[in-house]
Nanobody, 123 residues
């Protein structure tokens, strides 16, 4: 069983937009810091963005800053990643992860992981 579930991936043209969702399946996300990560074929998993449990702290990797926005709705037990101006290099499997203590872009700081959703940016 997984504690968080990602959705919203798909195929989009360059310059397009997608919104990913992370839902707590066995977790109440309001108590957790959430990170979004991605892994392209043949590459290591990398941090994209993260948000603190109450939403007052956010971080972005330089490669997505200004294009991606992370937000959360704790009443709905959801965290979102709005992705605009998508580029082919954004193609990857996107994962959300939860941790009660740490908010960072490091994979090693997160305790609970989803199974990922595929995002493909191609014309």
């Amino acid at each position: 069983q997984v504690e968080v579930v990602e959705s919203g991936g798909g195929l989009v043209q360059p310059g397009g937009s997608l919104t990913l969702s992370c839902k707590g399946s066995r977790l109440s996300l309001e108590y957790y810091n959430i990170g979004w990560f991605r892994q392209a074929p043949g590459k290591e998993r990398e941090g994209v963005s993260c948000i603190s449990s109450v939403g007052n702290t956010t971080y972005y990797d330089h490669s997505v800053k200004g294009r991606f926005t992370i937000s959360r709705d704790n009443a709905k037990n959801l965290v979102y990643l709005q992705m605009n101006s998508l580029k082919p290099e954004d193609t990857a499997v996107y994962f959300c992860a939860a941790d009660p203590l740490r908010v960072s872009l490091f994979t090693s700081d997160y305790k609970f992981w989803g199974q990922g959703t595929q995002v493909t940016v191609s014309s």
